[in-house]
């Protein structure tokens, strides 16, 4: 019941996701493919330029945070909420049940570029390795749950969907202008995008747009712990804050 309410709510901003991100992967693969990357030798350097560190990524992260939006605080608003709570279920677990549909669809999304890159890479040129867009949506999986999680957060704490998703997408890019203009800088795997991307890992070829080595699970498994901190939060505040 409570799988089925989540994907009932969720399933046109899916649609619209889906779509939006089959589109931009066929703009910028088809349409502007030849457009150059400053050190790009190879059609793979110029797919993971145009994809992965570019436009593409950009619209993915756009897209986690309409995913993480409709928490009860908004039910509330809209009027709904009696509902929702009309079920026996407690609070947490209908903040849980919201929490892994929409991180499912994060991971849909992200397994989808990765399907979508050598399918259209292929047609469009030289086609880009497999292996490597997987590598790159696991990436994508993890980082963009954690993005799922701040924007799921902050629609406990703002009862207008619309202020909701701006303070995600503001919490998100301050987090981002704090580690690329302070001493973090010198981190480069805490930064949210970079990781995204590979760029500044050692193992990152940026001239071949490929990845020649591990991935960096450490990195990759602070920020699984750091949204489900988030996600703990968000459940307390649900659970403890009147509505």
Request: glycine share 12%; proline share 3%; charged share 10%.
């Amino acid at each position: 019941m409570l799988w089925y309410k989540g994907w009932c709510e969720t399933r046109a901003r899916v649609a619209i996701a889906v779509a939006a991100v089959g589109a931009v992967c066929a703009l910028v693969l088809v349409a502007g493919g030849d457009a150059r990357h400053a050190g790009a030798t190879t059609h793979a350097a110029r797919v993971w330029a145009a994809v992965y560190d570019d436009s593409v990524k950009t619209m993915f992260i756009l897209l986690v945070i309409l995913l993480g939006g409709g928490s009860l605080r908004q039910e509330h608003a809209h009027g709904t909420l009696g509902f929702t709570l009309a079920l026996p279920v407690p609070r947490s677990r209908l903040v849980a049940v919201r929490a892994a549909v929409g991180i499912a669809q994060v991971w849909l999304l992200a397994l989808l570029v990765g399907i979508l890159v050598p399918v259209i890479a292929g047609i469009a040129g030289d086609g880009y390795p497999v292996t490597q867009s997987l590598s790159f949506s696991l990436r994508w999986g993890v980082c963009g749950a954690l993005v799922f999680c701040v924007s799921l957060l902050a629609s406990t704490l703002l009862a207008s969907a619309y202020l909701a998703w701006l303070a995600a997408f503001l919490a998100v890019i301050g987090y981002e202008a704090i580690v690329n203009l302070t001493a973090l800088r010198g981190h480069p795997l805490l930064d949210l995008y970079g990781l995204m991307s590979g760029s500044g890992e050692a193992y990152f070829s940026a001239r071949d747009g490929l990845l020649v080595g591990p991935l960096p699970w450490a990195a990759l498994g602070t920020v699984t712990l750091a949204g489900a901190c988030l996600l703990a939060l968000a459940g307390l505040r649900a659970r403890w804050v009147e509505l």
